[in-house]
C-alpha cells in the first residue's frame, strides 16, 4: 500500500524535549500539508510544503515549531523544547499538486504525548 | 478569514433511519467543499467533495451533499444509515482544509 506513510504513531516525550515527527507522501505527491487536532477540537492546518520549499506557515506557531520537506526523504515536523499543551494527533496529507483542485490523502497520524 | 461550522457534535440514529450532518462555512471567495470520514482506528478519508457544476455531489457509500451558496451551507445525507457508517465525520473548505470540529455518528443496530 503506498498510501501516507506518517511515523511514529505513538510518541511520548518529556516536557523540554524535541519531538520529530515524519511523513512519507503518497508515491508520486509533491505537496505535504501538516495538521494537528487538539483534544476535542477539529483539525486545524499548520503547514503546506512542496519540495524544498514551504509554500504555507500561516497555521505554525511561531516558536518552536519547524517543518522541511527535503529534496530527498520524508517531511519532518519539529518541535523543540515541547510543552503539555503540544500533546495532540498531528496529521499529515499529500496531494499530486497544489490542492485547488486535488483532494488530499491523509496518513494515520501521530499521537504525541507530553509527560 | 475562512471557518467552517458543524452544529451537530454526536448524532445517534438506528439503522435504516435517514441521516442529515449540517455545515456551514464562511468564506467570501469560491469555495472548494470537502466531507471527509474517519472510521475508528482508522485514517480520514475523503467521502465527497464539490469544485464547480452541479451542486448536488454524491460520494462514496451511498452519500451525497448538497451545495447551497445563498446558505453557505454543504450538508451530507444518507437516506439510510447502516451500522458501518459509525464514524466521525468532518467537512472542510478549501485548500488549506479548514476543517469544522466533526460529527460524531453512533448508529445503532
Known amino acids: 500500500n503506498a498510501g501516507v506513510m506518517q511515523n511514529p504513531r505513538h510518541l511520548v516525550r518529556r516536557r523540554g524535549q524535541e519531538a520529530r515527527l515524519r511523513c512519507s507522501p503518497m508515491?508520486?505527491?509533491?505537496?505535504v500539508y501538516w495538521y494537528r487536532q487538539l483534544p476535542e477540537e477539529g483539525l486545524k492546518f499548520m503547514v503546506y510544503l512542496q519540495k524544498e520549499n514551504i509554500i504555507d506557515e500561516s497555521g505554525m506557531p511561531k516558536e518552536r515549531f519547524s517543518a522541511e520537506f527535503p529534496k530527498e526523504g520524508p517531511s519532518i515536523l519539529r518541535i523543540q523544547q515541547v510543552v503539555r499543551g503540544d500533546s495532540a494527533a498531528y496529521f499529515c496529507a499529500s496531494s499530486p499538486r497544489a490542492a485547488i483542485n486535488q483532494p488530499q490523502h491523509f496518513g494515520d497520524g501521530t499521537r504525541l504525548s507530553i509527560l | 478569514a475562512q471557518s467552517v461550522s458543524q452544529h451537530n457534535h454526536h448524532v445517534i440514529l438506528s439503522e435504516a433511519a435517514s441521516l442529515e450532518l449540517g455545515c456551514n462555512y464562511s468564506y467570501g471567495g469560491t469555495v472548494n467543499l470537502f466531507w471527509y470520514v474517519q472510521y475508528p482506528g482508522q485514517h480520514l478519508q475523503l467521502l465527497l467533495k464539490?469544485?464547480?457544476?452541479?451542486?448536488l455531489v454524491k460520494g462514496i457509500k451511498g452519500f451525497e451533499a448538497e451545495f447551497i451558496k445563498s446558505k453557505f451551507s454543504f450538508n451530507l445525507r444518507k437516506p439510510s444509515v447502516q451500522w458501518s457508517d459509525t464514524a466521525e465525520y468532518f467537512c472542510?473548505?478549501?485548500?488549506?482544509?479548514?476543517f469544522g470540529t466533526g460529527t460524531r455518528l453512533t448508529i445503532i443496530p
Open positions: 508515491k508520486g505527491h509533491s505537496h
Open positions: 472542510a473548505v478549501n485548500e488549506k482544509l479548514t
Open positions: 464539490y469544485f464547480s457544476g452541479d451542486p
